[in-house]
């Protein structure tokens, strides 16, 4: 790897791994690095970047031009905001999905999003490969692989980064010979992936797990010494499953994400510091803030708990776990996921009302919800005043029963 380090300037012994290809764009040193790498390396004859919009925040006109410096034959830009709310965050707030019981997913669900626009384009331009800077131990790379093997069987993948075994220092100085430009600032020493619905922050103090995250790496959310003395109440509506409006307000779901974001982050709300398992085997700590996210999940699981029957309501539960699961390990396309969303959509139907919560300090409490249309909480068979109407003498029998196979356990066995 040595010469490939130093920046040999072509690729002459090997064969040409692609002619054509579409490289996934972020505008950082790895992904702006890959594009004279797959060239001078690879033999590749023309890059063509795509770079996605999906509410980061980033100014997209410098990322598309810095890729033509880089030698990109073509830069594209797409806003992909809608559908990665709508087909995307949706169905997770829809599952309560939750990996490992408290990771919302916010980096894992633009993945498919991104490989399937990546697939898009490279049959629109007669790309013979796609191509991507995830180096080969995170999850993006099973996330990315998997998606495009699975939408287009005929495309190959090339991941430089996976290859190249260059450390950083030695890819932004490859990155200079070729004419790209340094990271100007002071280098951030964290790796960070953000979008409408989320950060995730890794790396550099962060790598000790026991070394609390300095209150620089946020940036959604506000540090409780500094967030309102007061609390705020607010009301949060779902149409089948689906965040629709809040204080009463409709809006669009981009503009709903929107106001959750800065409602919960104004209130120190979303944050999370976990150890997380990662699909190639390894434990990696992770600093995540997911304000809007994290919200409407408790909300729609609230609302849940009011109009959902017990039997399906707990047994969702598993296939909560079991979806959550899948789309972290990048099978998002698989037919495991695909049935399971069958499930989770037959029962979002009656998931209809609002539900209020208190956000002070970090917490985020729920304080109320109701449903008129589909509330399953009866208050004659739940109330303890005069106006009940169960059937208390009822119980003996049921109990009678419920209870038999545990007492002729019990007598033989006792
Ligand atoms: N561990 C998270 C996930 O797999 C986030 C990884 C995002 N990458 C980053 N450079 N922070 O979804």
Redesign the pocket.
């Known amino acids: 790897m040595t010469a490939t380090a130093q920046g040999s300037t072509s690729g002459a012994s090997a064969p040409p791994r692609a002619r054509k290809v579409v490289l996934a764009y972020s505008g950082g040193v790895d992904t702006s690095v890959c594009i004279p790498y797959l060239i001078r390396e690879w033999g590749v004859e023309e890059v063509i970047t795509f770079a996605a919009d999906l509410g980061q925040g980033d100014e997209l006109e410098p990322i598309r031009l810095k890729a033509l410096t880089a030698g990109a034959s073509q830069s594209i830009v797409a806003d992909l905001i809608e559908p990665f709310i709508t087909e995307f965050a949706f169905p997770a707030i829809r599952a309560n999905a939750l990996y490992e019981g408290r990771y919302p997913?916010s980096?894992?669900l633009a993945r498919p999003l991104i490989a399937r626009r990546l697939v898009e384009l490279a049959r629109e331009v007669g790309a013979d490969a796609v191509a991507h800077g995830c180096t080969g131990k995170?999850?993006?790379q099973v996330r990315f692989d998997v998606a495009i093997g699975a939408l287009a069987p005929e495309l190959t993948v090339l991941a430089p980064a996976r290859e190249w075994g260059m450390s950083r220092e030695q890819t932004i100085a490859y990155g200079e010979r070729c004419g790209i430009a340094a990271p100007v600032s002071k280098q951030s020493p964290y790796?960070?992936?953000l979008n409408l619905l989320g950060r995730?922050?890794?790396a550099g103090a962060l790598e000790d797990p026991n070394v609390e995250p300095p209150e620089e790496v946020y940036a959604m959310t506000t540090a409780l010494e500094a967030t309102p003395q007061q609390a705020q109440t607010i009301e949060i509506a779902f149409e089948q499953g689906n965040p629709v409006a809040i204080d009463g307000e409709r809006l669009d779901p981009v503009s709903l994400i929107r106001r959750a974001n800065a409602l919960a982050g104004s209130h120190g709300f979303g944050r999370l510091d976990m150890i997380?398992n990662?699909v190639v085997g390894i434990k990696?700590r992770?600093i995540y803030e997911t304000p809007g996210l994290l919200l409407l999940i408790r909300a729609h699981q609230e609302l849940e708990s009011l109009t959902l029957a017990a039997d399906v309501q707990r047994y969702k539960r598993q296939i909560e776990a079991s979806w959550a699961d899948l789309v972290?390990q990048g099978l998002w396309f698989g037919p495991l996921k695909q049935a399971l969303d069958g499930f989770l959509d037959r029962t979002q139907a009656t998931v209809n009302g609002s539900v209020r919560i208190k956000l002070h300090k970090g917490n985020a409490t729920v304080v109320g919800r109701s449903s008129s249309s589909d509330s399953l909480y009866v208050s004659d068979m739940a109330t303890y005043g005069s106006d009940d109407r169960f059937d208390h003498r009822a119980a003996e029998g049921f109990i009678y029963v419920w209870g038999l196979p545990t007492r002729l356990w019990s007598a033989r066995h006792r």
């Open positions: 997913l980096t894992a995170g999850n993006d790796s960070i992936d995730s922050i890794e997380e990662r990696s992770e972290y």
